[in-house]
Structure formats: structure tokens, C-alpha cells
T-cell receptor, first 110, second 115 residues
Framework: TQLLEQSPQFLSIQEGENLTVYCNSSSVFSSLQWYRQEPGEGPVLLVTVVTGGEVKKLKRLTFQFGDARKDSSLHITAAQPGDTGLYLCAARYGNNRLAFGKGNQVVVIP | KAGVTQTPRYLIKTRGQQVTLSCSPISGHRSVSWYQQTPGQGLQFLFEYFSETQRNKGNFPGRFSGRQFSNSRSEMNVSTLELGDSALYLC??????????????FGPGTRLTVL
């Protein structure tokens, strides 16, 4: 079973539309990270959320950590083609290993 | 500062062979982690090294091994390759050893194809 479940797996939207993707778990985490991976490259960190209920904004991207620190969401406002990529959530578990969800593949069509 | 570099970028091997992948972390970073990425399983943790010591290991068979040198450079070895080992192997470095808020700086990966 996957520690972090991301949904939807794939999302295709038109430029200018809004979208929200989710990262869920039955486990509680001290922090959670979101990365974005573009084709042919490794993932790049977007944000780290630490406090339950925390909201962080990165330009048109809004990240929220659930109150119980088990889940997180990423909302993109007025999506642009440059937002296309694989969005990965990650958290440490067990013996401090880093686990990733399978990702949300986002495609923004011009 | 130069980013994480991985060599080679692409590799084609046949079943039964072995392969060694190399990773050079960002200068000053002492922690190096390795991940396997496949379409079906996503990104899975292989192992983490800090100051030449393996700190953590994921749930992979003993065919997968690694090491870290005194200059923090790391190598990963896979012996007796199987078709299922075809994947993108990513290396990531960070300044410290596995704090939950640490940023992992990833390299571009090595694409391994096993025929």
C-alpha cells in the first residue's frame, strides 16, 4: 500500500482555469513537502508545510496542510502552460525515510 | 553552485549484467539519497548515505547496493539485472542528514534500460 495517495493521477485543463490536486494519508506527519518534476529532470522542491492548517502561497500556487497533518492540497489559480509537470508530495516516515506519492500529472493546454 | 550531477544519463544493459551509477552532490552537501522512479510504482527510496555511512535503506533486494566516498560522491550498483530494474534512478543531496524539513536537491537522473 502507498503511504501517500495522490489524486487525481492525471489532469488536463485549459490555460486560465483553476485546479486542485490532493495528497492523502492515514498517517500523521511532522511536515510534508511538494515537488514538481518536468520531463527529463529531477524533482524540484516547491514548498514545505509544517503546521496543521498552514497555508503557503507561491505566486499562483496555494498549498494547504490539513489540520490533522494527514493530508495536503495544492491549488493553482489561472493555470499557465509553464505549470505543466508532475507534482509530487513527500513526507518522512518510519526510520526517517522519505516517501513520495505517485504524483499528479498536470497538463495545461494553451 | 553546480547542481547534482549524475553519470551516465542513459544506459542500456542486458539481463544478468551489473551496472554502476555515479552521483556527485552539491558542494558542501554530505547527505546523498538514491531513488528509483517507474511509471507503476512512482518514486521509491533506495538508500541514504551521510558521511560515508548508510543511514537508511528502502525495501529493495540485496542486488541493490551503494557507497559514499570521503568527498561525498556516491555510487549505486545493481547486480544481476532484471527487466524490472528498468527505471529512472535519481540521486538527491542535502546538507544535513534526513531532517524532515530538509530540501532534497535532485539530479537529472540516469535512465537505465534492461533488455
Amino acid at each position: 500500500t502507498q503511504l501517500l495517495e495522490q489524486s487525481p493521477q492525471f489532469l488536463s485543463i485549459q490555460e486560465g482555469e483553476n485546479l486542485t490536486v490532493y495528497c492523502n494519508s492515514s498517517s500523521v506527519f511532522s511536515s510534508l513537502q511538494w515537488y514538481r518534476q518536468e520531463p527529463g529532470e529531477g524533482p524540484v522542491l516547491l514548498v514545505t508545510v509544517v503546521t496543521g492548517g498552514e497555508v503557503k502561497k507561491l505566486k499562483r500556487l496555494t498549498f494547504q496542510f490539513g489540520d490533522a497533518r494527514k493530508d495536503s492540497s495544492l491549488h493553482i489559480t489561472a493555470a499557465q502552460p509553464g505549470d505543466t509537470g508532475l507534482y509530487l508530495c513527500a513526507a518522512r516516515y518510519g526510520n526517517n525515510r522519505l516517501a513520495f506519492g505517485k504524483g499528479n500529472q498536470v497538463v495545461v493546454i494553451p | 553552485k553546480a547542481g547534482v550531477t549524475q553519470t551516465p544519463r542513459y544506459l542500456i544493459k542486458t539481463r544478468g549484467q551489473q551496472v554502476t551509477l555515479s552521483c556527485s552532490p552539491i558542494s558542501g552537501h554530505r547527505s546523498v539519497s538514491w531513488y528509483q522512479q517507474t511509471p507503476g510504482q512512482g518514486l521509491q527510496f533506495l538508500f541514504e548515505y551521510f558521511s560515508e555511512t548508510q543511514r537508511n535503506k528502502g525495501n529493495f533486494p540485496g542486488r541493490f547496493s551503494g557507497r559514499q566516498f570521503s568527498n561525498s560522491r556516491s555510487e549505486m550498483n545493481v547486480s544481476t539485472l532484471e527487466l524490472g530494474d528498468s527505471a529512472l534512478y535519481l540521486c538527491a543531496s542535502s546538507p544535513n542528514a534526513g531532517r524532515s524539513t530538509d530540501t532534497q536537491y535532485f539530479g537529472p537522473g540516469t535512465r537505465l534500460t534492461v533488455l
